[in-house]
């Protein structure tokens, strides 16, 4: 039985929007919360101990990461080193690099020879001796197009044929592998991609472009006794037998997962079988307060009782609160700054709710079919404003459609020589403050 612990998307450095700087060290408080988050990964790893560490890959926001970053990353693998735990870095697709090799950011570890570090950045079977036997490891980093296809094979053609030939190609290098492997000795697929069936997490944001969903068919293959998998933020079990598993990211990295759990895999894995177990880690809670004031007689009270009971103390706090323009300036800002000071950080968007953008009307509704002159009543009902002309409004309305030229002609411009007969039934007398009226209808 050889222990692994798996774990993904550390994406060390990103979400610094989220953090301040921490006075006492200069460091922003989010690089502190990943790499205290990774440090309890690696501890865990060294208390079990495991036999092997897999990083499915996106170790940093992108393939060159500053120094203090790469520094604090590195700090907490080095401990694996240093307890003989060999381990495998995959390469993401944010730590990809146009220039060289692979990537940039993790292939210096190969550079530097580092002791029981293996840097997965091409596909290759690696056989690793650990404390508990021998292990095959089949890395799979992200795959772009140019990895398996040549341009003039890409010229002309679709994305989804393109995705059918790289799918095609990868089935044949893949084959190429499994026909190599050891069958006697367990056997570990360490990929970072999207499958046909996953759920989305934050990485829908996170990559640019639409990229290339590797078929389960491909992953889930008795070949393999676990299929440890990094690129989907959001931790799922996508087959049980063999198991092919997302952990997700570590951390948080923006709002998107807000509601997700996260952790990393602890795997027992031998020759046809694998025993596993999410472990959550405690990470910083996110938390969006959303308040509807456009109802409330004191925006302001609702607002503050909102944010006290509610608040998570220490998250990382988004508040939106919709409010009637007219409503905005009773809103002290200085008390709702006040109110919020127990969140780690937070943002503040407040959205104005106009008179004008209400909701459609039911009854003005796409579905449904009425008169001209019903659809103006039904209008004119439910504008509060309109109240004192909406008589006039319908007479003119009448007139148009009638054809009347009577009835809608601007009162200021008809001849006072008219008696009501004249003007028709339901019609009113000119009013004696015609521009008045007129404004209003402006
Ligand atoms: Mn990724």
Request: aromatic letters at 6%; charged letters at 20%.
């Amino acid at each position: 039985m050889v222990k692994i612990l798996h774990l993904s998307d550390i994406h060390m450095g990103s979400g610094f929007s989220h953090g301040r700087v921490n006075p006492e060290t200069g460091l922003n408080t989010r690089l502190e919360d990943f790499v205290r988050t990774l440090g309890v990964c690696i501890d865990r790893a060294i208390a079990e101990p495991v036999d092997l560490v897999l990083f499915g890959g996106d170790a940093f926001p992108d393939a060159t990461p500053p120094p203090f970053v790469q520094q604090a990353f590195a700090s907490q693998f080095c401990r694996l080193v240093d307890a003989e735990i060999p381990t495998v870095l995959l390469v993401g697709n944010h730590d990809q690099h146009t220039q060289g090799q692979g990537g940039a950011s993790l292939c210096i570890y190969r550079t530097l020879g580092v002791p029981g570090f293996v840097v997965g950045d091409r596909l290759e079977t690696h056989s690793i001796q650990t404390r508990s036997g021998a292990i095959q490891v089949i890395t799979l980093p992200w795959l772009t197009r140019s990895t398996l296809l040549t341009r003039p094979e890409t010229e002309g053609r679709s994305l989804a044929e393109v995705n059918d030939l790289l799918s095609d190609r990868l089935r044949v290098a893949l084959e190429g592998e499994i026909r190599r492997l050891n069958p006697e000795i367990p056997t570990v697929l360490l990929a970072h991609l999207m499958t046909d069936t996953a759920r989305f997490g934050a990485e829908r944001f996170l990559a640019a472009g639409k990229s290339f969903t590797v078929p389960m068919a491909l992953l889930a293959r008795p070949c393999f006794d676990y299929v440890a998998l990094g690129h989907v933020h959001r931790h799922q079990i996508l087959c049980e037998q063999p198991p092919v598993v997302y952990p997700g990211s570590i951390e948080r990295v923006d709002f998107s997962e807000e509601l997700e759990d996260k952790g990393y895999m602890l795997v027992d894995v031998e020759r046809g079988k694998a025993e596993l177990t999410f472990c959550p880690l405690a990470v910083r809670p996110f938390q969006t307060l959303a308040v509807d004031l456009t109802a409330a007689t004191d925006p302001q009270t609702a607002l503050l009782a909102k944010i006290q009971t509610k608040l998570v103390p220490d998250a990382v706090v988004r508040l939106t609160y919709q409010i009637r323009p007219e409503h905005l300036d009773q809103i002290d800002q200085s008390t709702l700054h006040q109110a919020l000071s127990a969140a780690h950080t937070y943002t503040i968007h407040p959205e104005l709710v106009s008179q004008l953008a209400r909701p459609r009307l039911p009854e003005l509704g796409a579905g449904s079919a009425i008169e001209p002159l019903e659809a103006l009543k039904t209008y004119l009902s439910y504008q509060s404003g309109l109240e004192d002309i909406a008589a006039d409004m319908l007479t003119a309305a009448q007139g148009l459609l009638s054809g009347d030229r009577t009835l809608w002609l601007n009162p200021l411009d008809l001849d006072q020589d008219f008696t009501s007969a004249e003007l028709g039934a339901g019609a009113i007398a000119p009013t004696s403050e015609p521009a008045e009226s007129q404004l209003r209808l402006l």
